[in-house]
């Protein structure tokens, strides 16, 4: 009687259940991995020094300068606009225009007095009626002085607007101090009919 055959071994449910525990146990190994490797990079980024950045251009705070502008005029040989120390007062002004002239009324000013920036000074001279530092000025005799009058003063001359008025200052500081009323007639726009109604009323 022939040898009956050995009964199958069934090894299909075996492998399956083997694949499925492998691929999930390197699924969990592949996320602790990554998890690790993520928290080393915070913590890299967490030690890591900040970095100042400067503060450049319109940001930055800017210095002061350190100096302050007056325009000088009246009776100083170059009148015009001076830069000065902070601390200056009016006698550096005057030092700096060069000095007053012969006829400059020095009691009239305070030389000992503190500058501000933007200011005008005006050295009278003498007999004329000014206030210490006032930027305009008349005569003891009510005509207008054409070396010390500003534009306010300058305008209440016959037929002398805002831009004469203007062209009369700027000669003035170019030039320096008018010698006579006739060197009004240097100034652009004035002739002699104008300087004729002027006469009377202005002295230097």
Known sequence: MPPSDPPPVEVSRVRPHRLRVSVGAA???????????????????QAAPSETVP???AAASPSPSGDLYVHVLGAVEHPGLYVLDLDARLV???AAAGGTTDDADLAAVNLARVLTDGEQ???????AVAEPGAPATGTADDR???NSADQAALETLPRIGPALAERIIAWREDN???Q????LLAVPGIGEK?????????RV
Not at 180 to 183: E, M
Request: net charge negative.
């Open 180 to 183: 006579s009323v006739d060197d």
């Open 194 to 202: 104008l300087l004729e109604a002027i006469r009377d009323v202005a």
């Open 92 to 94: 550096d002004a005057v």
């Open 176 to 178: 320096g101090r008018f």
């Open 55 to 57: 503060l450049t251009g």
């Open 144 to 146: 207008i002085d054409l």
């Open 121 to 127: 000074i005006v050295v009278p001279a003498v007999g």
């Open 27 to 45: 699924v969990v190994l592949g996320l602790v991995v990554l998890s690790a490797a993520v928290g080393v990079g915070i913590m890299r980024g």
